[in-house]
């Protein structure tokens, strides 16, 4: 990604302050080439930064009851930037991890923009027949703090034949604006040839809150007459995605229609190995946080088999969101030439090398 996002301020040293969240499963071993990967590029671009390792996620919860410790938010809320491994334990109940902690940073810091760039990189396999790198290459703008994702709702009757769920959607217009506002900026700042921010949602069936963003999104185009705008059903997407991949610039979504759009848009880009996003809180003083794509993926712990790329490539979005848009760059450059020249495949137990040794051909290329 070219466009960058000015550091926010806060009036502190020099260095970068980044919370570390290695997670669980396999979060651990790729967080551990993600942090090579970062001192290397911090050696050759003449940056400093210091970590702070958090022993957040499954085994801690099984230990201690516990998600986000006590104090936890305000320690973050000191930090430049928060880097996450991977969140999920077998043994840990469905729901409770990903509410708990992912969802729960996602909320309460605030972060309401879910970027996923979506960018097949040179060498890297796509299930898309003849399609190269130069046809996939666009970026979901996901809202990350509504929608169905509220947890607003509950039962009647539970456990009875009778019984009624109800899961209900929120939309704002203040979270709808923001991040509608702050995708027309993004797309101005990419700068691609298209220049064109597409809406995708479903307002031929969603009439109230869809129409919300669709009036919104009408509204905020008036202020950005140099972007394109687009407009495509949500299933409409998942077709086009398929088929036109090189038709999207820019998509701005909701956190549902994100959620699921980023996971086909993840598969063109040679999967979750690969495929990384930011959940960004792009405010004065927001803290930002960067993630692989993928799972915490049990049965490939402590295998050396797992892709790092993913992190490694979350590594690279954190630098260019906190004022270090030169070493972000220098990085993805380092992760395109080893995908293109030295890895047979982005699967687990695939990719001709392990996952350490992915790390150090990385961090070899950067300094190529
Ligand atoms: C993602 C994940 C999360 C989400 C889950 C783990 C709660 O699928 O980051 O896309 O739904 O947002
Ligand atoms: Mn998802």
Not at 162 to 184: L, S
Not at 266 to 289: E, H, K, T
Not at 355 to 365: F, H, I
Request: aromatic share 6%; charged share 25%.
């Amino acid at each position: 990604m070219t466009a960058s996002i000015p550091h926010r301020q806060r009036g502190r040293s020099d260095s970068l302050a980044i919370a570390v969240i290695p997670g669980d499963g396999t979060g651990p071993e790729v967080t551990a080439e993600a942090l090579k990967v970062l001192a290397a590029v911090a050696r050759l671009e003449g940056f400093r930064y210091d970590i702070e390792m958090l022993d957040w996620g499954g085994e801690r919860f099984l230990r201690t009851g516990e998600t986000i410790p006590e104090g936890g938010l305000d320690l973050l809320r000191r930090k430049d930037a928060i880097l996450l491994g991977a969140i999920g334990h077998p043994g840990v109940a469905p729901g409770i991890l990903e509410k708990g902690l992912l969802l729960d940073l996602r909320f309460k810091l605030d972060q309401y923009i879910n970027l996923r760039p979506v960018k097949l990189l040179p060498g890297v396999e796509t299930p898309l027949a003849g399609r190269g790198p130069g046809d996939i290459d666009f970026v979901v703008v996901r809202e990350n703090t509504e929608d169905l994702y509220c947890g607003v709702g509950g039962y009647l009757k539970k456990g009875t034949p009778d019984e009624v769920a109800v899961q209900q959607a929120v939309y704002t217009r203040k979270g709808c604006e923001r991040c509608i506002r702050w995708a027309f900026d993004y797309t101005r700042r990419r700068n691609s040839p298209k220049k064109t921010l597409t809406l995708v949602a479903k307002t031929n069936v969603l009439t109230f809150g869809h129409d919300l963003w669709w009036r919104t999104f009408q509204d905020v185009a008036r202020e950005y007459p140099d972007v394109r705008t687009d407009y495509n059903h949500v299933d409409a997407c998942c077709m086009w995605m398929v088929k036109n991949p090189d038709a999207y610039d820019v998509i701005v979504t909701t956190n549902m229609f994100g959620d699921i759009i980023t996971d086909l848009g993840g598969i063109l880009q040679g999967g979750m190995g690969v495929a990384a996003g930011a959940n960004l809180n792009p405010d004065p003083g927001g803290v930002s946080m960067f993630e692989p794509m993928g799972g915490s993926a049990p049965k490939y712990t402590g295998t050396d088999q797992i892709n790092p790329i993913a992190a490694i490539n979350a590594v690279a979005m954190l630098l260019e969101h906190t004022g270090q848009p030169a070493a972000g760059a220098r990085v993805e450059r380092a992760v395109a030439r080893v995908t293109g020249t030295k890895m047979v495949s982005q699967a687990a137990g695939r990719m001709g090398h392990g996952t350490r040794a992915v790390g150090d051909l990385v961090v070899a290329a950067l300094a190529e």
